[in-house]
């Protein structure tokens, strides 16, 4: 498309969609323009990628996620067509700020965090690698609640992000499917003896998909991710008499829950998962028709990933379609369905692993229970006398009146894996011990990655273009070729320039935080950042615990050197969780507290962004000179931020934990600073029982101040969370160990300063990260799924183009 065409064609969509000329326009319309000419930019391929997979009967991968974050696309599209530079000029030239037509459009938050932001790196990365691969899940009318804070503390309010329109997504009335809940179902013999399920009074609700092109980056393959929503079929709309009992209907997809680890035991959290699993497996069948081969081959051409256990109904949802519309055999059905599923563990958290009551899913998914009970039964009926009976009981599906998902996506799936190395050894040697010994073979780790495109050529482009001048482009195709950095690590002219670039970037940030928030923070200062979601394990709190300390060094000693530093948080606590939102509360109080002090004059500052968000990680990610990735050992299973910020530069502070093993692997011991217990050291606590908070507290001063600030008026105005917050560390013994790793962490942080003042040194540390962060692009861990699990490989094309 050349410069003239553009305009020609965005002066008629402003003409025709708005009833306005170009010259009034504001960046509403012309968000909304481009954003159609960017779609229509991309249908034919995505047409094209549809019928290339169809036509070769590619082999294709399903991701089944609850959750997909990918944020705002209108940037990344323009990107990966090549036409970010032309449209930005263009936009710019017409006198319009491109950066304000990017902001009107809404992130797309359909996720709570790292597992949603990941599924959409996927998505991302199997279109740019060309390989045939699709998203599956559910449209939330409301997306991740909106954060403001209120008197410091988290106020939740409504996303609702489709109240503009969504340029992206296509309805595709005629790909509707139905989906049945509850009734009776029984056995029935048929005419030839067999018995066949009947159902009865059941409630069908109708599936439509929104289909979202996934562009890929500088290629033709456009694939899809489709999203659900529900409504109520028109054969049914006489059983719905009052607006209210449709509404319930309706709620269904109504919102996301906001919780990515408490299991809230929630009938719509039950019905959101067999929803979009049903949908989406029901339509995988009906397009393996069109390919008009025989049932019992689907295998070969359709793999199916359950991401996590939210769509751990896949399993017996493929089953009942096998059995009972295709009436194959349970152990023909059952060989097709293990060897199309696979499945990812991402947490250890006993809280996260999913169970159903019992009673729950027998009343609103009859079939479905009564396959999971009839898949138990084969499983106890197998390994008895194979297996001890305890590890049996231990491993089974059904236990007391619970039905354990996990257990049913070990048992129902070929595949089971991590998302980093330690997080896999975990799963083997400990969590999933059982399984392990039961199943060897279908045990594997693929760590978790990032994609480059959106979190270094997207968001820093003052890096990226630096890194282009310096190495030239290939690592934009290539992220391993960043590896040529290394080369300048002593190159005084570059290092130079990446700081300028990191300097840009804190400036801009500085203005973003000013504009927001009033606080005025110095672009000299240390950036130390964390952002993730709020969680006890995560330790915001050693991170704030630390910053009193410095506060309480600088009160009795403010002639000291000391570093100047701004502390970033960005945080959603979900709005059930009491303790995370306490520190929340704590957070902005010390905040305001240390903003203020005269004395520190602005040689600290905390600042706690609101609604931290994919858009939000964008803006701070680039700025980031330090990376806070403190979770106690073994509790994060890999972290992608860590990922994230190494790539912009940040140096790590790290535990031992996640996918900062393979970080300080990558980068070596003197680019990071690692401290903390070890996974070794935690599991002995657990083990001897033997954890005291208290002696801790009793033996060290400085733990002692930093503590009682939060109940002896220190802190303002949180009585309550201060006590609450004190308690957690003393009454109940400091669950994840934050006492015994404050000294160390404190150390290393000291350390941090000192080695910050040596321009040099850190600019090359931070030239090190970047440079060897090419291996956590996602694009290597999609082509490692692709390989070991779901056995799919891109078209080729040039084949096509010969024949
Ligand atoms: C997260 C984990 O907490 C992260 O360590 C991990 O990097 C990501 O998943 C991606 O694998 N996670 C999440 O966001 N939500 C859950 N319910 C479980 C794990």
Not at 190 to 199: C, I, Y
Not at 432 to 451: A, Q
Not at 714 to 734: A, C, V
């Amino acid at each position: 498309m050349t410069r003239e065409e553009f305009i020609e064609d965005l002066r008629n969509r402003v003409r025709e969609s708005f009833a306005m000329e170009l010259e009034t326009a504001t960046p509403n319309e012309l968000f909304v323009a481009i954003g159609q000419i960017v779609r229509a930019c991309y249908a034919k391929s995505w047409h094209n990628t549809r019928q290339r997979y169809l036509v070769n009967k590619q082999r294709q991968s399903y991701y089944f996620s609850i959750e997909f974050l990918p944020g705002r696309m209108l940037k990344s599209n323009l990107m990966s067509l090549g036409l970010l530079d032309m449209v930005r000029s263009t936009v710019e030239e017409l006198g319009f700020e491109f950066e304000e037509v990017l902001n009107v459009e809404n992130d797309m938050a359909l996720g709570n965090g790292g597992l949603g932001r990941l599924a959409s790196c996927f998505l991302d990365c199997l279109a740019s690698r060309e390989l045939p691969g699709n998203g599956n899940g559910i449209r939330y009318d409301y997306g991740l609640f909106k954060q403001q804070f209120v008197d410091g503390y988290q106020v939740e309010l409504p996303d609702a992000w489709l109240k503009s329109g969504n340029v992206w997504e296509v309805r595709r009335e005629s790909e509707a499917v139905e989906v049945r809940f509850g009734g009776n179902v029984y056995m029935q013999p048929t005419k030839d003896g067999k018995l066949k399920p009947v159902a009865e009074n059941e409630r069908i609700l109708r599936a439509i998909p929104y289909d979202t092109g996934v562009v890929g980056y500088h290629n033709d393959t456009v694939n899809t991710l489709r999203l659900w929503s529900v409504e109520v079929p028109e054969s049914e709309e006489g059983k719905y008499r009052s607006i209210e009992e449709r509404r319930m209907v309706e709620d269904l997809t109504a919102v996301l829950y906001p919780d990515d680890s408490n299991e809230q035991g929630r009938l719509t959290r039950l019905s959101q998962e067999y929803f979009f699993v049903s949908a989406g497996i029901q339509s995988i069948v009906r397009y393996y028709k069109k390919l008009k081969m025989p049932i019992s081959r689907i295998n070969e051409y359709v793999a199916i990933h359950i991401n996590d256990t939210h769509p751990a109904l896949c399993i017996p949802e493929m089953m009942r379609i096998l059995l009972d519309e295709f009436d194959l055999s349970w152990e023909k059905s059952w060989g097709l369905t293990v060897s199309m599923m696979s499945y990812t563990n991402h947490t250890i958290m006993q809280e996260a692993l999913e169970k159903w009551p019992l009673q729950m899913v027998k009343y609103h998914l009859p079939r479905m229970f009564q396959i999971i009970e009839e898949i138990d039964r084969r499983f106890v009926t197998n390994l008895t006398g194979l297996y001890p009976d305890d590890l049996i009981q231990r491993t089974r599906i059904i236990q007391g009146d619970q039905i354990h998902m996990a257990n049913l996506c070990i048992i129902g799936s070929h595949s089971t894996n991590g998302v980093a190395k330690l997080h896999s050894d975990l799963l083997k040697s400990v969590v999933l011990h059982d399984f392990y010994v039961l199943y060897p073979e279908r045990f594997n780790n693929k760590t978790n990655g990032i994609t480059q495109r959106r979190w270094l050529q997207q968001a820093n482009e003052p890096l990226a273009n630096l890194i282009d001048k310096t190495i030239g482009t290939s690592w934009r195709k290539e992220p391993t070729d960043m590896e040529r950095l290394m080369n300048y690590c002593e190159d005084n002219e570059v290092l130079v320039a990446f700081e300028q670039a990191k300097q840009q970037n804190k400036l801009a940030l500085a203005k973003y935080i000013e504009k927001t928030t009033n606080i005025k923070v110095q672009p000299n200062a240390i950036f130390d950042v964390q952002i993730k979601r709020l969680h006890a394990y995560k330790r915001q709190l050693l991170n704030l615990m630390h910053i009193l300390k410095c506060y309480f060094d600088l009160k009795d000693n403010p002639e000291m050197d000391f570093v100047p530093r701004v502390w970033i948080f960005g945080a959603k606590a979900a709005p059930s969780y009491t303790y995370a939102k306490a520190i929340i509360k704590a957070i902005n109080e010390v905040a305001n507290l240390i903003n203020h002090d005269p004395i520190i004059n602005d040689r600290m500052k905390v600042v706690f962004l609101e609604n931290y968000n994919v858009s939000l990680a964008e803006r701070i990610i680039p700025a980031a000179d330090v990376s806070e990735q403190i979770s106690l050992a073994t509790k994060e299973a890999s972290g992608t931020s860590n990922m994230k910020l190494m790539s912009n530069g940040a140096i790590t502070v790290a535990t031992m934990d996640g996918a900062n093993v393979e970080i300080r692997a990558a980068v070596g011991d003197e680019n990071i600073y690692t401290f903390g217990l070890t996974e070794e050291e935690v599991y002995r606590y657990y083990e001897q029982g033997n954890y005291s908070a208290q002696a801790i507290y009793d033996q060290d001063p400085v733990i002692q101040r930093v503590l009682n600030a939060f109940v002896d008026g220190t802190i303002p105005n949180i009585q309550r969370e201060g006590q609450e917050i004190f308690d957690s560390l003393l009454r109940y013994n400091d669950e994840f160990f934050l006492l015994k790793d404050f000294v160390p962490y404190c150390q290393v942080q000291a350390k941090l300063s000192q080695d910050y003042l040596n321009r040099e040194k850190w600019q090359k540390m931070s030239l090190i990260n970047t440079a060897k962060s090419g291996i956590f692009s996602a694009d290597y861990t999609v082509q490692r799924y692709a390989d070991d699990i779901w056995q799919i490989a891109p078209v080729d094309l040039h084949k096509e183009k010969r024949n």
